[in-house]
Nanobody
């Protein structure tokens, strides 16, 4: 059974940092294209960052230069380093594993990030 578990969310002041990890079990993240998504209240879920199994990272324009996605294949985790956070970064953050040739994606349950002073 595949499980993705996010943690490390919480409340942080503007300008602060968080580094929520996503831990996988039942699947090796090394075969996944891993993504971090977020959903703010009353808004659609949006893609924040993607990291391919080949090591290519892409980002939502509004987080470029502030967020970094990285994976640790040995620990079977993917993390999202969030620096200089802003109130508009508030939302539930989800990680997703997509495997080439597999129809269904694997999602975590999400972790809440709240940025406010």
């Amino acid at each position: 059974q595949v499980q993705l578990v996010e943690s490390g969310g919480g409340a942080v002041q503007p300008g602060g940092s968080l580094r929520p990890p996503c831990a996988a079990s039942g699947i090796r993240v090394s075969i996944c294209t891993m993504g971090w998504y977020r959903q703010a209240p009353e808004k659609q879920r949006e893609l924040v960052a993607v990291h391919t199994s080949g090591g290519i990272a892409t980002y939502l324009d509004s987080v470029k230069g502030r967020f970094t996605i990285s994976r640790d294949n040995a620990k079977n985790t993917v993390a999202l380093q969030m620096n200089n956070v802003k109130p508009e970064d508030t939302g539930v953050y989800y990680c997703k594993c997509k495997v080439l040739g597999v129809t269904s994606d694997y999602w975590g349950q999400g972790t809440q990030v709240t940025v406010s002073s």
